[in-house]
T-cell receptor, first 111, second 111 residues
Framework: SQQGEEDPQALSIQEGENATMNCSYK?????LQWYRQNSGRGLVHLIL?????REKHSGRLRVTLDTSKKSSSLLITASRAADTASYFC???????????FGQGTRLTINP | DGGITQSPKYLFRKEGQNVTLSCEQN?????MYWYRQDPGQGLRLIYY???????QKGDIAEGYSVSREKKESFPLTVTSAQKNPTAFYLC??????????FGDGTRLSIL
């Protein structure tokens, strides 16, 4: 089952601009995680936000979580060409690390 | 990626053939996972194992089998019963509540 729905499916911006990706989910969660995937590679964990948290930062990344709306957003500030990748949200419903992934947002940063 | 090794990188299966994908880790993590990724899609959980000699079905276990005889190894067999096996297969590991750490995947195609 695909719990997360990500929006947009694809995003193309100029280097230096900010990129925002959104994720909606259907059931209550223990935490929500964001991962990055470069083409043909495995996923790399970016950030985890727990259900009792509303915002979290890591370097140029900012994640928000609104449990009342069952949605999350990932903001990448001052984008770089190296940020070009697919970004996935994943929800952990039981805190048991049994993740359910969204279909991802393909981000392209144009130099 | 460091500590988790998937092999081979590319694999071809003939009709009616079983094939086995390897996942090995040297990070002493308890939990291991197998995911399937179809083009432009997110990951779907096939099987997972939280301790040696125990494993559970994920969302799409039909046509697949696993074993967990050693902590370091969690091989996935794609059986002939899996009628649409062409996909990118990803193995992940985790410890406790820490985020999952992914290998670089095996791409399986049908001859």
């Amino acid at each position: 089952s695909q719990q997360g729905e990500e929006d947009p499916q694809a995003l193309s911006i100029q280097e230096g601009e900010n990129a925002t990706m959104n994720c909606s989910y259907k059931t209550s969660i223990n935490n929500l995680q964001w991962y990055r995937q470069n083409s043909g590679r495995g996923l790399v964990h970016l950030i985890l936000i727990r259900s009792n948290e509303r915002e979290k930062h890591s370097g140029r990344l900012r994640v928000t979580l609104d449990t009342s709306k069952k949605s999350s957003s990932l903001l990448i500030t001052a984008s770089r060409a190296a940020d070009t990748a697919s970004y996935f949200c994943a929800t952990d419903q039981q805190g048991a690390q049994k993740l359910v992934f969204g279909q991802g947002t393909r981000l392209t940063i144009n130099p | 990626d460091g500590g988790i090794t998937q092999s081979p990188k590319y694999l071809f299966r003939k009709e009616g053939q079983n094939v086995t994908l390897s996942c090995e880790q040297n990070l002493n993590h308890d939990a291991m996972y197998w995911y399937r990724q179809d083009p432009g899609q997110g990951l779907r959980l096939i099987y997972y194992s939280q301790i040696v000699n125990d494993f559970q079905k994920g969302d799409i276990a039909e046509g697949y089998s696993v074993s967990r005889e050693k902590k370091e190894s969690f091989p996935l067999t794609v059986t002939s019963a899996q009628k649409n096996p062409t996909a990118f297969y990803l193995c992940a590991i985790s410890r406790g509540n820490q985020p999952q750490h992914f290998g670089d995947g095996t791409r399986l195609s049908i001859l």
